[in-house]
Structures are given as structure tokens and as C-alpha cells.
């Protein structure tokens, strides 16, 4: 049984209008996706801004009221609040928000920000939380002087540092990374990324990673999905997706990742460029009338992929006809 699973999810957002301020329609941020989530695993969720992903994990986590669908933890499901207080899901299940500064109250001291969820679930003497906190900022390459300090007094990849301290100090299951290292330098994405993994190695700790560069996603996941318009594309093991990607979205997308070779760098333009003329003129045909991407397909166990109803039959065919 995988630790998280994700079933049929949906969050819309309702639209009102009129003078009695009725509800006349919807925006159907997530729009039905499915994923598993194993233990130990980092899962990958990637999508352009406005895609739905950090809906998701907000519904994940239980910021984000659900509208349908399940979400499952250890076989339980967490949509219903008798359940997440059974299981002490908000000590197990914690976030890494993506704008650091915006997500540590101003006015607290990094002591007391890192020191609030084992204020809520442990409740630790006094010198036993502050040996816990300068523990949890040793994990992650902080001084003990950044006790007494205040948000504003560190450095971007500092900040998103404490945030990681604050979402390990329950020592938690699963971690929702929503975007951690996007408004970082490079320097310091991978400082943090590689914060990230140790604490993994050393906890057991499950990650959500959501991000919309799947440059940094193929260094963390060992599987992801693709997500778009709220729905999701494509499904996969890093190889499925990086070496064998179906959906045009997804070719798209990795036609996006910038390259290191200087030298091939007319060559690299030209194939982006490419890329995006066959998007221009084919991006109608993966999505139905609605503009939803269809129903996953299995191509594989371990790929899925939205495919227009012509080119899975297409597909199907071929795999009957090599299985002859």
C-alpha cells in the first residue's frame, strides 16, 4: 500500500455573479488527476504556472477545501477531519511554501518559527525544544546566532533553509515542496536541493516536489507526472519522460530546459524552435472541445499519457500487433 494515494481529485473554484451573488459556474483548478505516492519516494509534479499544481498540494497537505475525490493516507481518507485528527496527519504531513518570506511571520524569531510545530504536537521543556531547535538548524547549515534573528536578517537560500527546519522538526512522513528553490540563485538551488536529500536519506521523509523546471525535477524524483490546465498529461519514471516523451506538452516542456554545450547552441535553438511551431499547430488535437487533455493511457507499466482517441488506438494497435 503506497503511502499517499491520490484518487479522482478535484478542487473548482466557484463563480459568482448577479444580485443575490449565486454560484453560475466553476474553474476546475484540479480536474480529476490520480497518483501514488510511495514511502521514501520523492514524487515529481510539474506544470507551467496556473497548471494546478500547487492547488494540489495544498489539498494534500489541507489547505485547500476539496470538492471531490479521495486522498488517501496509509488506506485512510484525509478528506474527512475525523480521520486526519485519528491519524495525526498535521504532524506527519508538513509544507515548504515557496516564497520563503512571505511564509515566516516577520515579527517572530527564527527560535520561536521553528519551535511552533513542536510547541503544537511535542511539547518539549523549554530547554529541550531550544537543544531541538539548534539541532534542526545544524541539519540544515545554520549558526546557532540565527536563533535571535528575525526573517528579514537572511539571505533568500537561508530562509528557504529555515523553512526546511520547520518542516522536518515534527519529523514528518511527507513533505509538500511547493516550488522551494524557483526564487533561488543557482548556487544556492542546489544548496538547498542538496539539503533536501540528505534530510531525506536521514529521515525516511517522502517529498512531494512541485516545480515547474524539469531540469531541477530529473536531480530529485524518481517518478512524475505532468500536469496541465488541471488535469494530468503524462506519467512516468524519469526515463519514460525524459527519453521517451509522448505528449506534446511534455515535448515542450523539455525542449524548454536550457543546455550547457555552447557549441551546439544553433542546433539547440533550432530544435526548440521547432518544438514550438508543432505545438502551435498540433495543441488542439490532445485536448478535447472543453479544452481538457483526455483520459490517461497505458503504454507502458509504468507510462501513461494523455493521448487524442486516433493516436491510442493507433498505439494500441501496433502493441497487439508486436505481442503477435
Request: contains cysteine; aromatic residues 6%; proline residues 4%.
Amino acid at each position: 500500500m503506497s503511502l499517499v494515494e491520490i484518487k479522482n481529485l478535484k478542487v473548482h473554484y466557484p463563480i459568482r455573479s448577479g444580485f443575490w451573488n449565486r454560484i453560475t459556474d466553476e474553474v476546475p483548478a484540479v480536474d480529476g488527476i490520480s497518483f501514488n505516492i510511495e514511502a521514501g519516494e520523492t514524487y515529481g509534479l510539474v506544470g507551467e504556472s496556473g497548471s494546478g499544481k500547487s492547488t494540489t498540494g495544498k489539498s494534500v497537505v489541507g489547505l485547500e477545501k476539496v470538492t471531490s475525490g479521495q486522498i488517501l493516507y496509509n488506506g485512510h481518507d484525509i478528506t474527512r477531519r475525523n480521520n486526519r485528527r485519528k491519524l495525526d496527519y498535521n504532524h506527519d504531513v508538513q509544507m515548504i511554501f515557496q516564497d520563503s518570506l512571505s511564509s515566516l511571520n516577520p515579527r517572530k524569531r527564527i527560535e520561536d518559527i521553528i519551535a511552533e510545530p513542536l510547541r503544537n504536537f511535542e511539547h518539549l521543556s523549554k530547554q529541550d525544544e531550544k537543544l531541538r531547535v539548534l539541532q534542526l538548524l545544524d541539519i540544515v547549515g545554520l549558526d546557532a546566532d540565527a536563533l535571535y534573528k528575525y526573517p528579514h536578517q537572511f539571505s533568500g537560500g537561508q530562509r528557504q533553509r529555515i523553512g526546511v527546519a520547520r518542516a522536518v522538526a515534527t519529523n514528518p512522513k511527507l513533505i509538500i515542496a511547493d516550488e522551494p528553490v524557483s526564487a533561488l540563485d543557482l548556487s544556492v538551488q542546489a544548496q538547498v536541493l542538496n539539503f533536501m536529500k540528505k534530510i531525506q536519506r536521514d529521515f525516511g521523509i517522502s517529498y512531494l516536489f512541485i516545480s515547474h523546471d524539469l531540469g531541477v525535477v530529473r536531480h530529485m524524483c524518481t517518478n512524475l507526472a505532468i500536469m496541465n490546465r488541471g488535469r494530468l498529461v503524462e506519467i512516468g519514471t524519469c526515463d519514460d519522460i525524459y527519453n521517451h516523451p509522448l505528449h506534446i506538452y511534455t515535448k515542450r516542456l523539455l525542449a524548454a530546459i536550457p543546455r550547457t554545450d555552447v557549441s551546439q547552441r544553433a542546433a539547440h535553438r533550432a530544435s526548440r524552435l521547432a518544438v514550438e511551431e508543432i505545438y502551435r499547430e498540433q495543441q488542439d488535437k490532445y485536448y478535447d472541445d472543453n479544452g481538457r487533455a483526455y483520459p490517461l493511457v497505458a503504454v507502458s507499466p509504468t507510462h501513461q499519457v494523455a493521448l487524442p482517441p486516433d493516436i491510442a488506438q493507433q498505439l494500441a494497435h501496433q502493441e497487439s500487433e508486436a505481442d503477435v
